[in-house]
């Protein structure tokens, strides 16, 4: 079975200063990871995944995750935080094999301060 | 290219009532899933279509049921609606096939009422 945990419901960074959202996922196979953005009134979309090649990954806007077998983690990063950031962050795990059933995280809610 | 698109953006229905939810995909893709989000949770998994067939359904009654086309547009029908079904209600649609890594792109959600 697959499942998500995201760490910290809650997360108020200054602008300026790094950010650091949690994810820990349980899967029965090699998953894939993604991190989506939610800002408010908007649709869901995509910053980066992970998808069994570099450990690293890049995405948009700054972000970087990093896939950890060993701890079962995929925390998302961004060196330097802007207002624009400030929005409703997913972490998501899926099995390619059951047809990329996505299971999303509770989410962690960023906030940037001025 | 429009992207995924959904209709209606908002809805009011009564308890009892039935209601349809439309989804077109992204062009080029031929699978597609919705997901249920209750308001400060994330995204819970209804069911995916693909080659105009149910392949996979997450844990919602048989109240919920779809559809997909031969263009590859979908529909969400729920029926004998609860308040609890009050939600945002997302498309994703995505290239078919299983074994391959597959992001999915989400549309902007219908907003569903239920008084």
């Known amino acids: 079975a697959q499942s998500v945990t995201q760490l910290d419901s809650h997360v108020s960074v200054s602008e300026g200063t790094p950010v650091l959202l949690r994810c820990n996922y349980s899967s029965s196979y090699s998953p894939s990871l993604f991190w989506y953005v939610q800002h408010p009134n908007k649709g869901l979309q995509l910053l980066l995944k992970y998808t069994s090649a570099a450990t690293l990954v890049k995405g948009i806007n700054g972000f970087e995750a990093e896939f950890k077998k060993s701890e079962t983690s995929f925390h998302l990063t961004k060196p330097s935080a802007h207002m624009s950031d400030a929005a409703e962050y997913f972490c998501?795990?899926?099995?390619?094999?059951?047809?990329?059933?996505?299971?999303f995280g509770t989410g962690t809610s960023l906030t940037v301060i001025p | 290219d429009a992207g995924v698109t959904q209709s209606p953006t908002h809805l009011i229905k009564t308890r009892g009532q039935q209601v349809t939810l439309r989804c077109s995909p992204k062009?080029?893709?031929?699978?597609v899933s919705w997901y249920q989000q209750a308001l400060g949770q994330g995204p819970q998994f209804i069911f995916q279509?693909?080659?105009?067939?149910?392949?996979q359904r997450g844990n919602f009654p048989d109240r919920f049921s779809g559809h997909q086309f031969p263009n590859y547009s979908s529909e969400l029908n729920v029926n004998a609606l609860l308040l609890g079904d009050s939600a945002l209600y997302l498309c994703?649609?995505?290239?078919?096939?299983?074994?391959?890594?597959?992001?999915?792109?989400f549309g902007p959600g219908t907003r569903l009422t239920v008084t």
């Open positions: 062009s080029g893709h031929d699978t």
């Open positions: 998501v795990v899926s099995d390619p094999r059951t047809g990329n059933q996505f299971y």
């Open positions: 994703a649609s995505s290239p078919g096939g299983q074994g391959v890594y597959y992001e999915q792109y």
């Open positions: 279509y693909y080659e105009e067939e149910e392949r």
